[in-house]
């Protein structure tokens, strides 16, 4: 369990956590995060699977860069090194697996009900948040669950595998970010995900997409990475700092809702009545997660 504590447990933080400032940062990534896989959708006529990741991972990189340099200029804080990469690396991996299987996802399924069905996540977010951070216990109080009704099995188990990465990236990411800070963390991970996805492109995607499309989809994508990536992951990185994994990764249970309703305006996608009440369901179930309040004390991981 040392093991376990070393690669997840973040560096003690002086003084309270800012409550408000993650509540404000978890709502943005709420309302952000409701609109990945419509780009992805909308992207897949035009970009395989490979590419579109590859490419919208470079552009999120690239949007960040400037912002890392200026930490790395203004100095203080932890360095980029080695063992800053290392630490990145372990999210970074699953990071790519569920970039890749959720994308896979969608070409068996509709955009509204990936959204539902993705945010079964919550249950194995907490589960692992449970295991890792002995802090987060107070969370655990009820875990909702989503009927994507009838669609394709294949896509899923497919969106099964990206639910499962996901979720084991919001806890292994919460170290790195507290240790580098939310702009040097992504920066990093979000490099080190395009390193990884690079040469899956070349050998299973099309590297030429870019010049091959117009400039309309590719501007598309620009879009999705900046606001869907990088604004996304960096907020989302601040709320689990101040109000932890579970709670941040529950709340994201909002994100179905507008994805339901943007894909049922842009694409004619209609859910059936129980896909419609396991949203409800969801919705409820964030609901009565912001009702829980934090405990004062924590305990630390070693104490598993």
Sequence with gaps: MKFLSAITSPEPRSGAGNTSRGYLALFATVIIWSLPSLFQFYLLRYYDVWAQNFYRYSVACIAIAPFVAFRVRRGGGPRLDLRAFVLCLIPAVPNVVHQITQTIALVYIGPGVYAIFTRSSVIMT????????????????????????????????????????????????????????????????SFITSVLLFPLTCAF??????????????????????????????????????????LAQTLQLLCPLGAVALSAWIFGEHLTTAQLWSAAILLFGAFLAMRVKPIAATETAENI
């Design 126 to 189: 907490a589960l692992l948040a449970l295991i890792f951070f002995p802090e987060e216990r107070h969370i655990l109080r009820f875990q909702p669950g989503a009927n994507p009704g009838h669609v394709a099995i294949r896509g899923l188990l497919i969106a099964f595998i990206a639910t499962t990465c996901w979720a084991l990236y919001a806890v292994l990411v919460k170290r790195p970010s507290a240790r580098l800070g939310s702009i040097r963390s992504f920066g990093l991970i």
């Design 205 to 246: 995607g099309n590297v030429a997409t870019p010049v091959e499309v117009s400039w309309f989809v590719n501007l598309v994508l620009v879009i999705s990475a900046v606001t869907c990536i990088t604004m996304a992951h960096v907020l989302y990185y601040v709320a689990i700092q101040e109000i932890g994994v579970a």
